[in-house]
């Protein structure tokens, strides 16, 4: 069965750090691209970062760039989103997707709701606040 889990999501405060993980089970994430999306509270759900396992190649939100980090683990077929300086407008849920791709990412997190990606994790809590 294929499946994404994340992990890692918690409460800190404002200016404060989390690492989020995504581990794929029951297949690798070789030429998938993967995205990190959140949805807080009454908002409509919206792409955050994403890499493209086949090359390397991320991309980010404007609002998180030069705070958030995607990177992989190919050994631990895992995902990671460093999150760093935190604010309280980073709240939300925490979702990792994976997309069949090749050297591409950018339009599943820049229009999620025209692109959307085949296999979800269950999300996981992230709250900023002090």
């Known amino acids: 069965q294929l499946q994404l889990v994340e992990s890692g999501g918690g409460l800190v405060q404002p200016g404060g750090s989390l690492r989020l993980s995504c581990t794929a089970s029951?297949?690798?994430?070789?030429?998938?691209?993967v995205g990190w999306f959140r949805q807080a509270p009454g908002k409509e759900r919206e792409g955050v970062s994403c890499i493209a396992t086949s090359d390397g190649s991320t991309y980010s939100l404007d609002s998180v760039k030069g705070r958030f980090t995607i990177s992989r683990d190919n050994a631990k077929n895992t995902i990671y989103l460093q999150m760093n300086s935190l604010k309280s407008e980073d709240t939300g849920f925490y979702y990792c997707?994976?997309?069949?791709?090749?050297?591409?990412?950018?339009?599943?997190?820049?229009?999620?709701?025209?692109?959307?990606?085949?296999?979800w994790g269950k999300g996981t809590l992230v709250t900023v606040s002090s």
């Open positions: 997707a994976a997309e069949r791709a090749y050297g591409y990412c950018s339009g599943y997190v820049r229009y999620p709701r025209q692109y959307d990606m085949s296999y």
């Open positions: 029951g297949f690798t994430l070789d030429h998938y691209a």
